[in-house]
């Protein structure tokens, strides 16, 4: 049996950022505060280094320039280190903003010395919650920043391949170990479109049950909200996937632009499969519809039937019911009986008539 998992996007909170100077760094989001953490990936294709900080300043000491170095960073809530990041790599302040603004859609930015990339990264958390975590990238000619509203995410085959130095990624620059991670989300999109689709098959499965919970309504309108939600997230990464492959200048290779394009075409796979389970889920409810409505038909069918039987039988006893004085056959012995045998003929014949034409 699978195990069920709890579909569910919590809500942003409302933006705080609202009616505040333009490049004003205010956390807007729904996780707790927590403290900073800096993870730092110093590599090339003969040496990897890789150490866990709390400070900012700890880590500028890494960048080299015959060396990638990956600047991961945890926690958004803290506006001022990721201020002093920013000061540190010039970042122009609207992306400061639009770095901790959790509320902001999936788009790229293109500046002089890095491009700008947010993206929504999806993932199974704890029990099961579907998570919806606002990422953030900058990408440089020879690091790559990325900011995460807390710890957890879907990047540990990347590091395992950075480590082990497996594949082709300690042998290219920044701009590829941007799309390992960018790949990174996308696979995940896979895996969390194939719980949905898990999800309706299990309500196929009820609705089809001889008596179907009248709770299955509900589990169908979150799974609508949660496709929703998840299509929200997918389709403008579309755009930032087709921009980059297309950009101009020296911070994307010719060699990457290749696995760009084969990353936009995996997110038209995952968009095209939303679609689909958007529209099987808009079936089940006219399943469900449809199932009750074929069963209160049966209901009404049936109470049909036994009226019609009685219509007849209750004919010949309101007749027989009437007070006259005059009726002959009330003076007959067995008038009591043929007239039951009479009514209890009809019964039986009128059964078999449905019976035949397959009402019953």
Avoid: C
Wanted: proline share 3%.
């Amino acid at each position: 049996m699978v195990k069920r998992k709890r579909y569910s996007l919590r809500r942003p909170k409302p933006n705080k950022a609202l009616h505040q100077a333009p490049g004003t760094a205010t956390y807007v989001g729904h996780k707790d505060s927590v403290e900073t953490k800096l993870e730092v990936i110093d590599y090339n294709k003969k040496s990897f280094e890789r150490f866990i900080s709390k400070t900012p300043e700890d880590a500028f000491k890494f960048e080299a320039p015959d060396k990638v170095t990956w600047f991961n960073i945890d926690g958004l809530s803290n506006t001022e280190d990721i201020e002093k990041l920013g000061k540190y790599y010039e970042l122009h302040q609207l992306i400061i903003e639009d770095i901790v603004n959790t509320n902001q859609r999936p788009k790229i930015d293109e500046y002089e010395d890095y491009i700008y990339v947010v993206a929504k990264m999806l993932y199974h958390g704890k029990n099961g919650h579907l998570e919806n975590e606002h990422i953030s990238f900058v990408l440089g000619k020879d690091y790559v920043l990325s900011f995460q509203e807390a710890g957890g995410d879907v990047f540990n085959n990347v590091r395992d391949r950075l480590s082990e130095s497996h594949g082709r990624i300690r042998s290219n620059g920044a701009d590829y170990l941007l799309f390992a991670l960018l790949d990174a989300i996308v696979d995940n999109y896979f895996i969390v479109i194939e719980d949905i689709a898990d999800k309706i098959e299990y309500l196929e499965e009820r609705l089809f049950e001889s008596q179907p919970n009248d709770d299955i309504t509900f589990e169908i309108q979150e799974l609508k909200r949660t496709i929703l939600r998840i299509r929200r997230a997918v389709f403008p990464l579309r755009e930032v996937a087709s921009r980059l492959e297309k950009m101009d200048g020296d911070l994307i290779n010719d060699r990457t632009r290749n696995y760009l394009r084969d990353l936009y075409d995996h997110i038209l796979q995952v968009s095209d499969n939303i679609d689909i389970y958007r529209e099987m889920t808009w079936g089940l409810m006219d399943m469900y519809m449809t199932t009750i409505s074929n069963k209160m038909n049966e209901v009404m069918k049936v109470l049909t039937i036994i009226a019609t039987i009685f219509i007849p039988l209750t004919f010949i006893a309101g007749v027989y019911g009437m007070n006259f004085e005059f009726m002959p056959e009330l003076q007959w012995k067995y008038s009591y009986y043929v007239l039951l045998g009479i009514m209890l003929t009809i019964f039986v014949l009128m059964l078999f008539y449905f019976k035949r034409k397959k009402w019953l």
